[in-house]
């Protein structure tokens, strides 16, 4: 069945395009949702102002997703699963998980289908990708550790071993520096005292 969008579609079209779909899909779907029309000489008509009216709403709306593709691109999302000795989880961190999370995270409500491809099913950094549009895929970081060993209680305690070393580092440092001028005072008033001894008495 022939019939011309009257938004954008994801996988299938622009508006304003004259597509060929399965007639349920036309009837069930896209129709009723006002999302298209069936093709008649008026809608071939009115197809170019949609096409330029589109445009418009495109242009504006790749400014706002090319923002929200770059908030998704510095988001890491962390989940605590169990998992096997091997690495292997029990169970797997699917797309719809994901991408609640992501919706939590960045406060949108992005379709679930738009996430990820396949569930993930053992430990480590994963980058997936999201569909905003078919020409913007931004990826998102998924960290997926074992319950228990979270990579960011990790870290934290990593930076303050790191803070305490180089807070008794410098404290070495100052003792020596402490001991270096007791030495160089030490001698300094020897010096003052054989110059003394050394000077003649009137």
């Known amino acids: 069945m022939r019939i011309i969008l009257l ?10 395009e004259v ?4 007639p349920g899909y036309a009837r069930n779907f ?19 102002a949609l096409r330029a009216s589109a ?5 504006e709306r790749d ?16 989940f605590g699963v169990k998992a096997g000795e091997t690495g292997k989880l029990y169970g797997s961190v699917t797309p719809v998980e994901i991408a609640e999370k992501l919706n939590g995270e960045i406060g949108l409500d992005i379709d679930r289908r738009r996430v990820g491809d396949n569930p993930i099913r053992e430990l480590g950094t ?19 550790f074992r319950e228990g060993e979270d990579p960011r209680l990790v870290k934290a305690a990593e930076e303050e071993a790191e803070a305490d070393e180089e807070a008794v580092e410098a404290e070495m440092e100052a003792e020596v520096e ?14 003052i005292e054989e110059v003394s001894e050394e000077a003649p008495a009137e």
């Open 55 to 59: 445009e418009t709403r495109r242009a």
């Open 7 to 16: 938004e954008d579609v994801y996988k299938l079209g622009v508006a304003g």
């Open 19 to 22: 597509v060929n779909v399965a």
């Open 126 to 144: 994963f980058r997936v990708p999201v569909r905003l549009e078919a020409s913007l895929v931004p990826t998102v970081k998924v960290v997926v």
């Open 178 to 191: 402490a001991e270096v001028e007791a030495i160089a005072e030490a001698e300094a008033v020897e010096e």
């Open 63 to 78: 400014k706002e997703y090319s923002k929200i593709a770059e908030k998704i691109g510095e988001l890491t999302l962390y």
């Open 30 to 48: 896209l129709i009723p949702r006002s999302l298209a029309v069936k093709v008649s000489p008026g809608a071939l008509r009115q197809s170019e």
